[in-house]
């Protein structure tokens, strides 16, 4: 994070009113319990205030878990029917953040939000300037709830290999209906209309969460489990943000807009390995300088492998 975030205030290069650092300070679950160099919170608020020391942050804010507040978001963005199913729920399956993600929209100071998640890379062309281009589209175009800059550097054929389809809009964007969390630029008042979003649960939750003793839930549980064949929390666990907005954007009017330019556009590192994150400095600047590997053009994914003569030379 002390390479990736400079890198995107530095690739962006705008004129913020604020640039924010959110920290989710909820005890792991799900996968990330066992994730690999996790850190500790000690670790974390060393590097958070490193950023803030170096002037590429302006503050941290830390996910206030405000069961009041819980409920008003949720009632926002799931509507009154479906939030007081999600109270227990602010995280989905395996412990990613669902709550968090509006959390961060709803206290934004400006009309609009931008969000990368800490692993992302960009690149964007010198006096190019992407979030106005984004700010444009949107006023301009009623349909598009979310922008982001071009997945992946821009193949010769202005081809795009992503595992969602999407439509080239003559207009100068990408639509896709499926809404991507890593990295997203949206109008907060434009988002809020897609309320309600559906929820989906990964985990139905369970009829034996009303036995009156852990112990009787705990044996509900197992045999519940065994007759559906699936095993699951008494509570239920609900879906990733990302499947639940794609669900809201395939059946409405609204869409994602990938920019169609190449003078910006994002790699997302899919696996974190030492190799990796040795690597890190050079490839920041080696995206920054624009410059890639043919291999690598068109997909969103980092390719670490193709880099390797770049890397090395």
Same mark, same amino acid.
């Given at each position: ?8 205030? $530095?690739?962006?290069? *705008? ?10 300070? !909820? ?8 994730? *690999? ?9 060393? !590097? ?9 942050? #302006? ?13 008003? @978001? ?8 479906? !939030? ?15 709550? !968090?993600?509006?959390?961060? @929209? ?22 190019? #300037? ?13 349909? @598009? ?38 990295? *997203? ?35 509900? $549980? ?54 990796? @994150? ?36």
């Amino acid at each position: 994070m002390l390479e990736t975030i400079p890198h995107q205030i $530095r690739a962006c290069n *705008y004129p913020f009113v604020e640039r924010v650092l959110a920290m989710d300070t !909820a005890p792991l679950t799900g996968d990330k319990v066992k994730r *690999y160099n996790t850190g500790s919170q000690e670790e974390l608020d060393q !590097a958070c205030q490193k950023l803030i020391d170096y002037g590429w942050i #302006d503050r941290i804010v830390k996910i206030d878990y405000d069961p009041k507040l819980i409920k008003q @978001i949720y009632t926002k963005y799931f509507g009154p029917e479906q !939030a007081p199913q999600m109270l227990d729920h602010t995280h989905n399956w395996k412990g990613s953040t669902v709550y !968090a993600s509006l959390y961060c @929209i709803e206290q934004a100071k400006s009309d609009y939000y931008l969000h990368f998640d800490a692993d992302m890379m960009l690149y964007q062309k010198p006096g190019n #300037d992407w979030i106005s281009d984004a700010i444009k589209l949107q006023d301009s175009v009623p349909e @598009i709830a979310t922008v982001r800059p071009r997945c992946g550097p821009p193949h010769p054929e202005n081809k795009g290999f992503q595992p969602n389809p999407y439509e080239v809009d003559p207009r100068g964007f990408w639509a896709h209906k499926f809404f991507s969390m890593r990295a *997203y630029f949206v109008s907060r008042e434009r988002f809020a209309e897609l309320s309600p979003i559906p929820l989906s649960w990964y985990h139905p939750p369970l009829a034996s969460r009303y036995l009156p003793t852990r112990f009787l839930q705990r044996v509900g $549980r197992k045999i519940e489990n065994k007759i559906r064949g699936k095993n699951g929390p008494v509570k239920g666990a609900i879906a990733s943000f990302e499947p639940m907005t794609s669900e809201r954007l395939r059946n409405s009017k609204y869409v994602r807009a990938d920019l169609d330019s190449m003078d910006a556009w994002t790699i997302h590192p899919a696996n974190h390995s030492p190799e990796f @994150i040795n690597s890190l400095p050079r490839l920041i600047k080696l995206i920054e300088n624009g410059e890639f590997p043919d291999d690598q053009a068109g997909y969103y994914d980092l390719k670490l492998d193709v880099w390797q003569d770049m890397l090395n030379g």
